[in-house]
């Protein structure tokens, strides 16, 4: 049986709305398709950029770490940077790359920028977009020391190559009685209370610094331009007894010039610690980078002087 007609409405112009539905269905999911593929491509390529963003920070952090290494042996810390970015992948100037070093006194920054290349997002018009990194370094001499042993000695005594050779450790004195507080030669050394470490004041009795050593140190940072302080000269011969303890082990020292004005830190290895009537102190003095309670402090004294420690640390 034949379907009755609506009123007012012809074959012509039932066929007619149709196709005009049809033809709105088609744009709607023409644009719900490039939304769709705009929405997957923002989640793909964007994870891709986290990751191409890791592997640039990696890149950083070595560049970074090689410039600062390159510092320390008197080389290009940019040509350094560059050449260890390259290797992990980011060629200065290749394919949009750029790899920027700035030197800043001991501060080294090195910025890698590299465009991300997109597969999916372009149909949202991001072709690419870039993808930028930074890492810093601090490095240099220390010229702080956490936990330091109450013990200084003259830079003439590290740089006395007699004094850094492990198979014969040097042997050290104390100073002459009397006013002569501040080791002077290559084969002295004196006791401190670090003045300005917890309060205390500068004119320490034995007790003082002997509780700084029974503490394995100070358990402060006492800094290059901190005003120390030797002990008064003469026997203090409980002190070589408790320094006997913590003989084999290696710590922060403070190294002073002629008036006892600190020039810097080195680490001494404790081999011997004799309180009779020879009452001697031996050791050698290390060579290390990195050594973990040096510290470089903004704000204060630089280290006059480069005595055995070295420091390349990321701060950023």
Known sequence: MPRPMLAGSSPATRCSRRE??????????????????????????????????????????????????????????TAAAKTVAAANGYTNG????????????????VDVSKPHQNYFAGVMGFTSWGVSTTASVQAGTPNGAYNPMPVIFNKKAFDNPANKN???????????????????????FNWTIFCTANGNPCNANSSGVDA??????????????????????????????SLSSVVGNAY????????????????????????G??????????????????????GHGAALGNFGAYSVKLTN
């Not at 002459?176 to 002077?184: L, M, Y």
């Not at 700084?212 to 007894?241: E, M, R």
């Open 94 to 109: 290749v394919n949009g790359t750029t790899v920027t070093v700035t030197i800043t006194g001991g501060s080294i920054k």
């Open 252 to 275: 922060p020292v403070a190294i002073v010039d002629d008036s006892g004005a600190v020039q810097g830190w080195a680490w001494f290895h404790i081999t011997g610690s004799v309180g």
């Open 20 to 77: 005009r539905e049809h033809g709105q269905m088609l744009v709607i999911f023409a644009l719900a398709l490039i939304a769709l593929v705009g929405m997957v491509g923002l989640i793909i390529d964007g994870g891709d950029s986290f990751l191409q963003r890791r592997d640039q920070q990696n890149a950083a952090d070595a560049a970074a770490m090689a410039a600062g290494y390159a510092s320390a042996n008197s080389q290009d810390a």
């Open 166 to 188: 492990s198979n014969a450790p040097g042997a050290f004195d104390e100073p002459g009685s009397g006013n002569a507080d501040v080791p002077s030669t290559s084969t002295s």
């Open 277 to 298: 009537s020879t009452k001697q102190i031996s050791g050698w003095f290390e060579e290390q980078v990195n050594p973990g309670p040096m510290v470089i402090t903004a």
């Open 212 to 241: 700084i050593i029974n503490n394995n140190g100070t358990g402060t940072t006492i800094q290059t331009d901190d005003v120390i302080g030797p002990l008064n000269a003469g026997s203090h011969t409980s002190l070589f007894s």
